[in-house]
């Protein structure tokens, strides 16, 4: 299969760095323009990391940074991956759309838009039927805790009424720099701007059924508590569903068994194995332990899961999500791969 050019835009960020580690690495996509701001416009990435990354190529250390500006609206590229902040994005990323561009996101900006599908393939797959093959798009990715929460709720989902979860976020999900040390080290911040709206609000659209005049919201009823936590890497929610009937532990065992994702898989290099890994352990998840789970591309990419417990009509869990892979950019990389494998470029 011949290569398919690809463009990053906020390619010095975290999760601009994460893109380049893993499409650099890919069988099919091929790194062809990077823009980030004027600061850092004309350098080689090299010159912007805020952290040595061994795992990144050289050559591709070598790309110089272009400034984002309406120029982009003639790069040639056939996908765009963006990692760009709310307010740029939501310039960006509507006008690239407009001229025909097609764009997998990772901003917030457009989440909500109801032609905007916010695609996890192993669970809302329909909802890529909000674009159209023929014209510019986005299509986003869920809230890095978002996606780490519905996925992992994902083989119980048509049990379940009400969801209580408390999320601590790792400090990578603030970006660079993030929040000040003198606030994190040693402590616990109690409130992350706007998140706790992502997770019910964006749980309810992944969980949506797509019919004829688009997504009609999921009735589950969210009750999202999210902190940050001095981890460096990946986000923890303990959650306790209100299912509509009762499960035994083995119904919920044989539940978490079975899930898979079921559709064609050929182009899908990103989908792990099991999308869900199920710990027995009474101590896991962790976030050192288990923030690079599952294998070669799609390490990273799983939602590790433990610590069930059931008392009558609720179920209580762990999840961890690596809130940069599988909770930004090794999603948009899934999402390009699936529009690729869906026909939709
Ligand atoms: P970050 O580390 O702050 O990186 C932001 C990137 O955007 C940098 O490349 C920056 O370039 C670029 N940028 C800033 N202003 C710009 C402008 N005016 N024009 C062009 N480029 C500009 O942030 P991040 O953590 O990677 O997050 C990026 C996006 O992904 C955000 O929308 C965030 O909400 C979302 N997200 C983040 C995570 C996470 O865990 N971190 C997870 C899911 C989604 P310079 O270096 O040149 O300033």
Known sequence: MEKIKVSILGVTGIVGN????????????????????????????RDTL???DYSIKS?????KVERLDDSVLKDDSE????????????????????NGKKVITNSSAFRMDPNVPILIPEVNSDHISLVSRDRGFIIANGNCSTIGLVLSMAPLKSYVKEVIVTTQQSVSGAGYPGVASWDILSNIVPYIEKEEDKLENETRKILGEMGKGGISLSQVEVYPTALRVPTRESHMGSVTLKLKEELSESDVKELYENFKYDG??????????????????????QPELDYLAGNGL????????????IRGDRLSYIFLVNNLIRGAAGSSVLNGEFVVQEGYL
């Open 298 to 309: 799609s390490r990273g990419m799983p939602v590790v899961v433990g610590r069930f417990r």
């Open 264 to 285: 064609k898989r050929d182009k899908l290099h990103l989908l792990p194995e099991k999308p869900i890994i199920v710990r027995t352990e009474k101590d896991r998840p």
């Open 79 to 98: 996908l765009f991956f963006s990692s760009l902040p709310t307010e740029v994005a939501r310039e960006f990323e509507k006008k690239m759309a407009e």
């Open 18 to 45: 994460k893109f380049l580690q893993i499409l650099g690495n890919h069988p099919y996509f091929e790194i062809n323009r990077v823009y980030a701001s004027e600061h850092s416009t004309g350098k080689k990435i």
């Open 50 to 52: 805020k952290v040595e």
């Open 59 to 63: 050559e591709i250390l070598d790309i």
